[in-house]
């Protein structure tokens, strides 16, 4: 036999043992990569459903704070509104002079500084101030300062009513 002849088909016979080398480490390389791909693909289905879920919660959560906030804040201008309006309709009978406040501890006092004696008997038709009736201004002022009290308690219920629930939206109790 022709010593070039066997040196061809070694050759050949190491040419077909590489290249059947080189198939199965692709093929199994291959293999390998697709059993990770679905298994990460897998995953990520998984992880964007989850996300997916979490934004609509999330939305669904934003959505129910602002209409809380929303109605806290109706509530609030409609409390300010009336008690404003209780306000005009205070001030409009003192000074019709249809409210009077009166302190019933007090006693009148003339301009010398002495008590006022008690009236007289008799009839008599007066417009003048029963004793303790409290003076237009004075009347007046007490409204506005009790008025505005109110305003604050309204803006103190008010904060309060938005504290509570930023605390709900953060999962913090509110106290």
């Known amino acids: 036999m022709n010593p070039w002849t066997i040196v061809i088909a070694v050759l050949l016979w190491l040419a077909s043992l590489a290249g059947v080398g080189w198939w199965q480490r692709t093929d199994g390389a291959t293999i390998e990569r697709d059993t990770w791909q679905k298994r990460e693909n ?4 998984t992880a964007n459903a989850k996300i997916k879920e979490l934004e609509a919660k999330a939305k669904s959560d934003t959505s129910a704070h602002a209409q809380a906030l929303a109605e806290a804040s109706t509530a609030f201008e409609r409390k300010l509104k009336d008690a404003n309006a209780q306000r005009a309709k205070d001030r409009a009978a003192v000074l019709a002079g249809t409210l009077r406040l009166r302190d019933n501890g007090a006693t009148g006092l003339r301009a010398c500084g002495s008590g006022i004696s008690p009236p007289a008997a008799g009839a008599s038709v007066g417009d003048g101030r029963t004793p303790g009736e ?3 201004a004075a009347t007046g002022f007490l409204l506005d300062l009790a008025s505005d009290a109110d305003d604050i308690a ?17 999962g913090r109790p509110a106290r």
Request: one cysteine or more; aromatic letters at 0%.
């Open 134 to 136: 409290l003076s237009a």
């Open 42 to 45: 897998t995953e990520l289905r």
């Open 154 to 170: 309204h803006q103190l219920a008010q904060a309060q009513a938005v504290i509570r629930e930023d605390r709900r939206l953060c």
